[in-house]
């Protein structure tokens, strides 16, 4: 094995912030995608009144939980979203308040579009992963997963 050596610490940091990049690009894609069809009527300004209900992004540690959070929270549920445990909702900042009493993660639900569907050039996903992810401080810093073992866990969720 060559290169610097890489202490536990680094590999758990480096694990954690790609789990949490990983699980805001999930929600926001289901997010995007459940909610295509009625985005542009939903979406409300940041600045929106107290008592206007926003369209938002539920996460608990299920949908069933998620969707339980926002009905005894006083939202309204638009759909459940399975594969990263939450709901799409209508809510007031005030009934997103308690739902995030509850241990919900209410994140505002934007809408997503594409940026661009032409490349400049033909090359393979690897050759941008780095940026993408904003890993290049680790690739720059030499780490780059050399001697780690990896383990998958399919859980079937």
Known sequence: MSGRRINKSEVGRSVRWMRARQRALLVAVAAGATALPAATALVQPAHADPGTAQRVIVEAASDTAALSDVSSAGGSAIAALASSGGAAALMTPTQ??????????????????????????????????????????????????????????????
């Open 96 to 157: 997103q308040a308690a739902a995030e009493a509850q241990g919900a993660v209410v994140v505002p639900d934007n809408p997503v579009g594409v940026a661009a569907t032409t490349s400049a050039g033909t090359h393979p996903p690897s050759a941008v992963y780095p940026q993408v992810t904003d890993a290049s401080p680790l690739v720059s810093a030499g780490v780059n997963g050399a001697g780690v073992a990896v383990a998958v866990l399919d859980t079937g969720i």
